[in-house]
Each structure stands twice: as structure tokens, then as C-alpha cells.
């Protein structure tokens, strides 16, 4: 594996750097509370919290981020929908909404509606979502701090190590080893940015957040719509579609992520704040020998032919890992490629494992909860 | 009403008349390589389409008091500019509009034809808009419902129309975006999804 970063192949060093993470993860996942409501409860803590310090120790001492965040990244995305459904049930009796559920505010709140109800927010003061503004499971408020901080401190690194659906598409473009399409028109990355712009105009016009009424592929395996009409069937045929289409066939076809790369519309708007943000992927100009691996494996379809990230890049680290002279690193903006890659990438990964644990590690752990529940 | 309430009204409902007409200048302008001065002349273009439609608005309210407003409700002319203004946009994204306000079509007849057009496709698309669309329009068409003389009629709704333009000034400042390929490229594919959005309109006028 060689010793490209400070803590390659070193075990006690790793573990060394892997202890305050796992303070971390102890903090977040217990909320300082020990007291659990069961020995499933219990249980699934013990174990998300395993697994997760056990993929950090994993990315420093094998010195391979993309692959362990994209295990922790699917497993988290899995088991969020287990514990999303089974809280719903709880809640609600069902894992669909219908009208009356929207009148009563009894709607999670997901981080891509951000998009559609900030322009209606700031200029007609309301919140276009039928979902609790405070309190309660996924608040309004709660989730919009949490796209806010996300943005800042991520940029678009949140869509491979926050969000809980990224963890779909980035499964299902692992399945084969090679890519059955392989020419891709890289322009097709920027109909998310159309989507963004008309998504936000159209429902700040209409007062609906009509990415939300009609095209969220998620609604496949989260919440939909109850089926009580032909235009409620007419929509659920279309969120089925666009999830068994975006998610699943072609990232399994094409080895891309292409809901999130093409559809997304909030990965439009957290790759603006890329170009703030204090974290590059950048290669080293002196190593780099142009083979395009990193154009090849970049699941985002961000890599320009220069080799540098375009500002859709998630830092998922796909092509910091995949580059045979190691030239592509993590770098803080500003710094030359002289500077540290191993520091750099040591700081960024505390920065995006701590938003995984804290943002996906509750996701995990109800996950959990609910099988070893069902199990035991 | 007078003149300064018809101004007040302008003014006030603006907002929605931007929320409305946006999506559809959008795709456009940015689907052009255009400066901000050419994306003026092409709003500058839209807007007088929409002045059309309310000059016309403003003649048949005042001699037919119901007219327009039944005209505003009627489906099939609601469905006609709906289905229009899909068209536009899906043949706009598929390059068969041309990006030049001047020569809206790159056949060589039509071109030749509506040469003396100018700027035909903006036009057409304000006049579609505010006639499809705009609920301050139809405000308007219900204030003035009734209105003994044809040109205080006019003069209204030009107040109205007058009251609405400063929320259209930034809009030109999109060609900022400049000429760079990405910004073609989204300008193009939001050109589909209004596409698509108009065509649902129709086709939800059609079923209801």
C-alpha cells in the first residue's frame, strides 16, 4: 500500500489519529445520554458506533478514502430508509402521504426542498412545505441549519459524505467492475443546474415544491404520495421511474452516479458554494503524467481534461485514490502541492466524517435499531 | 379606478408577473451567447408582446365589459398559448430556434419571411405569457371590466404595465453569464423542463 500518508500501514499512529474521531462518534451518537430505551437500542449504538470508528481507522491506515466512505456512505443510506419508513409508521400508520397529512404539517422535512422554499421564504415570508417548522422528526428549521452548515463547511463534499441518498446511486455505480456506456455527454451534469433554477422559479411561482410533487426519485424508498386518483398514480409512476432509471440502471450501465450528477438539483446549489469552500481535490502538476484515470473514475463526471475538479466536485476521493503517481490530492485552497496532501487530507477527513457520524450516524443507528428489534 | 392605483397595482403584483414570465425568458436568454446589451433588446422585445397583449386586453375589456375575462378563462385559448409556449421552448432546446432575436427560424424561407418580423420570438412569447398566465392581468382585466372610453381603457392598463417594469430591469443582467458553453448548456435543458412544465398546463386544461 505504500506509505503515502503519515498514517499508511502504521497501526498505532492510525489509532492514534482515530481517537479523537472516536470521541466523537461517542458524543454524537449517545448525545451524552447512556440510557437506552432497549438492548436493541443499545445494541445498534454499540454496533454503529463500531463501524463507523472501524472505517476511519480504515481510511488512515490503509490510506484509501473513497472506498470506506462508500461503504459507510451505502450502509447509512440503506439503513436510513429502514428507520425512516419504520418512524413513519410509528407516526403517521403509513409510509404514504396524502393531502391531509400536508395540511397538518406532518411532512418530514428532506435537505433538497431547501432549494424550492429559500426564494418564497425571503420574499412572500412562507415556508412552502407542509412540515413542522420546530420539533418534532426532520424539522423545517432544524434541517435548513443543517443544509446551511453543511453547505459552508462541505460544499458539494456534503452529497458524498452526508447525504442519505447519495448512498444509492454511489452502491449502484459499483455493481460491475467496467462501464457498459462509456461515452458521456459531461454537458449533461449541468441539467441539474437547470433543474435548480426552474425548480426554485417554478415553486416559488406556484407555492409547491414541485421537485418535491413530481420528480423526487427518493419517494420510491422513503415516503409517496397515496395513490387515491389517476394524477396520484400518474406520480408515483414517475418517482418509480426516475429511482429504478436514475438510480439504479444507469449508474449500474455507465459506473456514474447520475441522479446526483444530472437530476440533483441541490447538488447544483452546493457546488456554488465549492467555489468558497476551504477544501480542493487538486493534482500535483510535477507527478502527474496525464493518464485520465481520475477522468475516468470520477463518478460526478467532474474531472475536467486538464485534471483539475470542475466546481461539481463531492471529494468522494475516487481520484486521489485511483491516481498510480499519487498527484491527486486534498489540498487547502491556497496552498501549493509542496504542502502536506497527508495533513490536508487528515483535517478534511475530520471535517466530513463528523458531519457523516453526526448526520448519518443517527440514520444508522435507528436503522439498526429497527432490525435487531425485529430480530430479537 | 385611477390612474395612480392602476400604477399601485403595477407595482404591487409585480412580483407575481415576474414569478410567471422568468421561467420562460430564462432558458432562453441564457441558451443564447449573449451579451446584457442584446439580452435588453430581447426584453425589451418580450416586454412590448406583453404591452401588445394588454393594449389588446385594454380595447376588448372597455367594448365587451365580460369578454376577456371569458377569454382569460376560456380553455381553449389558454390551452392554445400553453401548447405554444411548449413548442417554442422544446424547439428552442433542440436548436431549431435560432439563438439570433433577428432571424427566429434558420429555415431559409421563413427566414426570408419574417425578416421584417425582427424580433419575433420574444414578442410571441410576452404576448403568450401575459395572455396565458399573468394574474395581474386578469386583476387588471376586472378593474377595468366596463370602461366607457377605449383609451383610458388603454392608458390603465399602460399604467399598470408601466408599474410592472422595474422588477424586469435585472433580468437583462443574466447575459453577464457571458458566452461560456455550460451556461448554453443550461439554458438549453431548462428550455426542455419549461417545455414540459407548459405541456403539463396543457394538458391539465384539457383533462379538468
Known sequence: ?376 | MDYLSALILGLSSGLACISVCLPGILPILMGRRTSVRQSAVFVAAFLTGRWCAYMMAAAITSVFATAVSDISSNKTILTATQLALAAIMLLFAAGKLSSQCVNPLKHKRFRAFLMRGGCLLPVAMGFLTSVALCPPFVTMVVQTAGEESVWRAIALFTMFFVGTLPYFVPVPLIGLSGRSAATKSIGRYAAVIMGFVYLYNAIKLIIS
Not at chain 1, 400536508?102 to 415556508?127: E, G, L, N, R
Not at chain 1, 458554494?273 to 476551504?278: L, T, Y
Open chain 1, 1 to 376: 500500500m505504500g506509505n503515502r500518508y503519515k498514517t499508511t500501514g502504521k497501526v498505532f499512529r492510525s489509532i492514534l489519529v482515530t481517537l479523537p474521531m472516536f470521541l466523537i462518534i461517542l458524543l454524537f451518537t449517545t448525545h451524552g445520554n447512556l440510557a437506552f430505551g432497549s438492548g436493541a437500542d443499545a445494541l445498534a449504538w454499540a454496533v454503529s458506533a463500531a463501524f463507523f470508528t472501524l472505517i476511519f481507522y480504515l481510511m488512515l491506515y490503509k490510506g484509501q478514502t473513497d472506498k470506506y466512505r462508500a461503504i459507510a456512505f451505502g450502509v447509512s443510506a440503506v439503513l436510513f430508509v429502514v428507520g425512516f419508513m419504520n418512524n413513519l409508521i410509528e407516526i403517521r400508520g403509513s409510509i404514504s402521504y396524502d393531502a391531509g397529512n400536508i395540511y397538518s404539517c406532518d411532512i418530514p422535512f428532506c435537505h433538497i426542498v431547501s432549494t424550492m422554499v429559500i426564494i418564497p421564504a425571503a420574499v412572500k415570508q412562507t415556508i412552502i412545505f407542509g412540515g413542522n417548522l420546530q420539533g418534532g422528526f426532520a424539522s423545517i428549521a432544524e434541517m435548513l441549519v443543517i443544509v446551511a452548515v453543511a453547505a459552508l463547511l462541505l460544499g458539494r463534499a456534503f452529497c458524498s459524505w452526508g447525504c442519505f441518498y447519495g448512498g444509492w446511486d454511489d452502491m449502484t455505480s459499483r455493481i460491475r467492475k467496467r462501464p457498459i456506456i462509456r461515452r458521456i455527454n459531461t454537458s449533461f451534469k449541468y441539467f441539474s443546474f437547470a433543474m435548480l433554477i426552474l425548480m426554485a422559479l417554478w415553486s416559488a411561482e406556484s407555492l409547491i415544491p414541485q421537485y418535491c410533487n413530481w420528480l423526487c426519485p427518493f419517494k420510491a424508498v422513503t415516503e409517496g404520495e397515496r395513490i387515491v386518483d389517476g394524477l396520484t398514480l400518474a406520480k408515483n409512476i414517475i418517482f418509480y421511474t426516475l429511482f429504478i432509471g436514475l438510480v439504479v440502471v444507469l449508474p449500474i450501465l455507465t459506473k456514474k452516479r447520475i441522479q446526483c450528477a444530472t437530476f440533483c438539483p441541490m447538488g447544483a446549489l452546493l457546488s456554488l458554494f465549492n467555489k468558497i469552500n476551504i477544501f480542493v481535490v487538486s493534482p500535483d502538476r510535477e507527478k502527474c503524467t496525464g493518464c485520465n484515470k481520475c477522468v475516468a473514475k470520477c463518478p460526478l463526471m467532474a474531472m475536467r481534461k486538464n485534471h483539475v475538479p470542475s466546481m461539481t466536485c463531492a471529494k468522494c476521493g475516487r481520484c486521489v485514490d485511483s491516481c498510480p503517481t499519487e498527484a491527486m490530492n486534498f489540498r487547502i485552497r491556497g496552498t501549493s502541492a509542496k504542502v502536506s496532501a497527508s495533513t490536508a487530507r487528515t483535517i478534511f477527513l475530520y471535517l466530513a466524517f463528523s458531519f457523516m457520524v453526526i448526520f448519518l450516524g443517527s440514520c444508522t443507528q435507528s436503522g439498526l435499531a429497527v432490525i435487531f428489534k425485529l430480530i430479537f
